[in-house]
């Protein structure tokens, strides 16, 4: 087991080549954008993008590797962030338990609002999609609900539809657009075939879908112990489906799209979640735009944006594929490949002699074989995961670790893993995964948040590294004030926490007529240190002091 220090100190060095900063910006005093209007009315639905996953991967593996180290860029951080480097909400991202906590009933509810169908029988099944070894349904229940349902691959109970449910509510907790999910479990009876029912194969090609063709299809996927079908059902998205959203650039048809996805803070900080549920899946078909309705407002509309199938995240693409390179190099990797071939294969991968767990319902998923700064998920297609820096590393890791270890027992239980053992493993490696990916995050920037100013313009704030106990490094923390033309005021201040949370006295401040000041903190751990840089100002009305702003070196 690695101790606090050790997992500390192999972040740290994984880091170790990270630059500087650019200079520290300045923000206006006005409080904090905490949402975003992207619900203006777009009239008429943007154009459906078709994508096949072929298209994706060529265009990002192997065209735009090729092409884009031609292209004149520099490296940008994100957009789509406010004065504190937050997210505000959007048709992307909704903060959930990054600003508050969640209740256990909420996390066993999350987006679920119709109710589970296993009750709602006969289902009639509309459209089938059989490719490779993947089955899917489109059902409505007995309400007339509408459902995609999947299934559990023959030789691998339990695995893709509990991987399912709990990567997609642990997404929808930290923020995103998932689908409402039930774990159903039915007879093979109460499955029947509608007279149109319409078979959808590769390259497009569909012909009428059979009783004895459903038959067939249901025998080659597993079932439970008495014989039901063992059922994921995911609920028909509100709206109509536009397609994914492209790895690179905006929706041009979408006037509420104007962030190129590349950089938007809330799609590459979702790499530190991704890596830590080993979702290696990440492709175009694997989003959802939706042109919804307001609910408000039905004559206008807007497009909504989801992540989907998460089937095989928590290692099930490594167990289904017995590939143990998925989430440590890509599927096509050319420097891999080369480096192997010039080896002759005799260099080893900690990763290839993974064993596989002889566990009911568990992926290729461990801790001990995990480095976060070195997951990589099937493709490097999609650039917002490509292009992702420390900054996002830490808004998403910061998301992560909010989740409590009862939290996630709860949202373990959800994937109903028939044994106990299971799902103690599970959420012991969950905990573990989550501290190594914190760790490596909070090393690359200076982890302190939560700041606030009171009257006496002294400093408050947490060390995210302390209060979470990934570090014993003795720690201090060096403070300096500025005026807002960068000219240092008074002398700096050192102070030695006693805990996770600091607050340092009345900080000196400028003699700007509001009191703009840029308040310095650097956190040293051993020799040197990295900054962060908090704005302060007099809030004209009250003339109390606030934080209007954050800027992490």
Same mark, same amino acid.
């Given at each position: 087991? +690695?101790?606090?220090?050790?997992?500390?100190?192999?972040?740290?060095?994984?880091?170790?080549?990270?630059?500087?900063?650019?200079?520290?910006?300045?923000?206006?005093?006005?409080? $904090?954008? /905490?949402?975003? %209007?992207?619900?203006? &009315? *777009?009239?008429?639905?943007?154009? +459906?993008?078709?994508?096949? &996953?072929? !298209? /994706?991967?060529f265009e990002g593996s192997v065209y735009r590797r090729l092409v884009r180290p031609l292209e004149v860029r520099r490296d940008e951080r994100a957009r789509g962030v406010n004065s504190l480097d937050e997210v505000p909400d959007s048709t992307w991202f909704t903060n959930r338990i990054g600003v508050r906590d969640l209740t256990l009933d909420e996390l066993r509810r999350g987006p679920n609002v119709v109710g589970n169908p296993e009750n709602f029988t006969p289902w009639v099944?509309?459209?089938?999609?059989?490719?490779?070894?993947? #089955?899917? @349904? #489109?059902? *409505?229940?007995s309400r007339g609900e509408k459902f995609i349902i999947k299934f559990d691959r023959r030789g691998f109970p339990e695995t893709e539809t509990a991987n399912q449910m709990i990567t997609g509510r642990l997404l929808w907790a930290a923020g995103y657009n998932t689908t409402d999910d039930y774990l159903a479990h039915v007879r093979a009876e109460d499955i029947v075939v509608a007279p149109d029912a319409t078979r959808y194969e590769l390259g497009g090609r569909t012909h009428r879908y059979t009783t004895a063709e459903l038959a067939a299809a249901l025998d080659t996927v597993e079932r439970t112990r008495n014989g039901r079908l063992r059922v994921m059902a995911s609920h028909f998205l509100d709206g109509k489906p536009i397609g994914g959203h492209a790895a690179e650039g905006v929706r041009a048809d979408d006037p509420n799209d104007v962030i190129p996805h590349e950089r938007r803070r809330d799609l590459r900080g979702a790499l530190p979640l991704f890596a830590w549920l080993d979702h290696v899946d990440v492709k175009e078909s694997n989003t959802m735009d939706m042109w919804t309705q307001d609910p408000h407002d039905p004559a206008r509309h807007f497009v909504v944006h989801y992540f989907l199938d998460f089937g095989k995240s928590l290692g099930g693409m490594s167990l289904l594929a017995a590939d143990p390179r998925r989430g440590n190099e890509y599927s096509v990797d050319p420097?891999?490949?080369?480096?192997? /071939?010039?080896?002759?294969?005799?260099?080893? =991968?900690?990763?290839?002699?993974?064993?596989?767990?002889? #566990?009911?319902?568990?992926?290729?998923?461990?801790?001990?074989?995990?480095? $976060?700064?070195?997951?990589?998920?099937?493709?490097?297609?999609?650039?917002? @995961?490509?292009?992702?820096?420390?900054?996002?590393?830490?808004?998403?890791?910061?998301?992560? !670790? =909010?989740f409590t270890p009862?939290?996630? =027992?709860?949202?373990? &239980?959800?994937?109903?893993?028939?044994?106990?053992?299971?799902?103690?493993? #599970?959420?012991? *490696?969950?905990?573990?995964?989550? =501290?190594?990916?914190?760790?490596?995050?909070?090393?690359?920037? %200076?982890?302190? &948040? %939560? @700041?606030?100013i009171d009257d006496r313009a002294a400093l408050c704030f947490d060390d995210l590294a302390l209060s979470y106990q990934l570090t014993s490094a003795q720690t201090r923390y060096l403070v300096r004030s500025f005026d807002p033309r960068g000219g240092p005021i008074g002398a700096s201040q050192i102070y030695e926490p006693t805990s996770g949370h600091t607050c340092t006295g009345p900080v000196d401040v400028s003699r700007d007529p509001v009191g703009y000041t840029i308040v310095e903190i650097e956190t040293r751990r051993g020799r040197g240190g990295l900054r962060a840089?908090?704005?302060?100002?007099?809030?004209? +009305?009250t003339h109390g002091w606030r934080v209007i702003g954050i800027w992490r070196e």
């Open positions: 087991m +690695k101790t606090r220090g050790s997992l500390w100190l192999a972040a740290v060095a994984a880091c170790a080549s990270g630059g500087r900063a650019i200079p520290p910006a300045r923000f206006a005093n006005v409080p $904090p954008v /905490f949402a975003v %209007n992207d619900q203006q &009315d *777009t009239r008429e639905p943007p154009r +459906k993008r078709e994508v096949t &996953d072929g !298209m /994706f991967y099944v509309h459209e089938i999609k059989h490719t490779g070894e993947s #089955l899917g @349904f #489109l059902i *409505t229940d420097p891999k490949m080369y480096g192997s /071939f010039v080896t002759l294969g005799l260099r080893p =991968r900690t990763f290839e002699h993974r064993p596989y767990p002889d #566990l009911r319902g568990i992926g290729l998923y461990d801790s001990v074989h995990y480095a $976060p700064e070195q997951w990589r998920p099937s493709s490097p297609a999609y650039l917002p @995961f490509l292009v992702a820096d420390r900054y996002d590393w830490f808004w998403g890791a910061k998301i992560m !670790m =909010r009862d939290q996630l =027992r709860a949202v373990v &239980d959800l994937g109903e893993l028939s044994d106990p053992s299971s799902r103690a493993f #599970l959420v012991n *490696t969950l905990i573990a995964r989550q =501290r190594q990916t914190a760790a490596y995050a909070f090393s690359c920037v %200076n982890p302190l &948040d %939560n @700041f606030a840089y908090v704005h302060v100002a007099r809030d004209p +009305k």
